[in-house]
């Protein structure tokens, strides 16, 4: 069974840097699909961030792609995100998930969730 | 950016009926549509993708229609565990972008 588990420090202090790695059981990156971050401001819905797959090619959410860094490590079957220069507004729930690749061979759906972890950006 | 628009905000359903959830795309998605169900303090759970295809799993009386703009998921006899918030998810042009949610509750 696939799961997807996030981690990373739970409060970043403004103008810095949000690091989180997701660890990937029950199937090998390397296999296959894209990888994908995205977040849920408190009571919000939910917004996409970018997408990698195991070669390192990587899509991301125009509104943040000066801030978003991805990166995958197949031998560690985790990849992970980067969100430089934080503010109040980066305060989200942080999920990873698998994603099938689409006919049109680039990230489509969700269909493997990890649960999620809190990032406060705060002083 | 498309803009996925999903109505009601919020659906009152008795436990037993049917729930009609809508999702309208500002321009047109094709098929490229994903419907996902979240509790409280889980993650989204993917219902739906492809508009109509049901993923691993999920029981029969969900069903989702629809191509280019408009976009249903209908739930045919609501049952206790399915109140819950329903967002639509279109994949297919940058950036992938999701509707607000509708919630579903208990009438």
């Known amino acids: 069974q696939v799961q997807l588990q996030e981690s990373g420090p739970g409060l970043v202090k403004p103008s810095e840097t949000l690091s989180l790695t997701c660890a990937v059981s029950?199937?090998?990156?390397?296999?296959?699909?894209?990888w994908g971050w995205i977040r849920q401001p408190p009571g919000k819905g939910l917004e996409w961030i970018g997408s990698?797959?195991?070669?390192?090619?990587?899509y991301f959410n125009p509104s943040l792609k000066s801030r978003v860094t991805i990166s995958v490590d197949t031998s560690k079957n985790q990849f992970s995100l980067k969100l430089s220069s934080v503010t109040a507004a980066d305060t989200a729930v942080y999920y990873c998930?698998?994603?099938?690749?689409?006919?049109?061979?680039?990230?489509?759906?969700?269909?493997?969730w990890g649960q999620g972890t809190l990032v406060t950006v705060s002083s | 950016e498309i803009v996925m628009t999903q109505s009601p905000a919020t659906l009152s359903v008795s436990p037993g009926e049917r729930a009609t959830l809508s999702c309208r795309a500002s321009?047109?998605?094709?098929?490229?549509l994903a419907w996902y169900q979240q509790k409280p303090g889980q993650s989204p759970r993917l219902l739906i993708y492809?508009?109509?295809t049901r993923a691993t799993g999920i029981p029969a009386r969900f069903s989702g229609s629809g191509s280019g703009t408009e976009f249903t998921l209908t739930i045919s006899s609501l049952q206790s565990e399915d109140f819950a918030v329903y967002y639509c998810?279109?994949?297919?042009?940058?950036?992938?972008?999701f509707g607000q949610g509708t919630k579903l509750e208990i009438k």
């Open positions: 998930a698998r994603g099938p690749v689409s006919a049109k061979g680039y990230p489509g759906y969700f269909d493997y």
């Open positions: 029950g199937y090998s990156i390397s296999s296959g699909y894209y």
């Open positions: 990698i797959n195991h070669s390192g090619s990587t």
């Open positions: 321009q047109s998605v094709s098929a490229n």
């Open positions: 492809g508009s109509s």
């Open positions: 998810q279109q994949y297919n042009n940058w950036p992938y972008t």
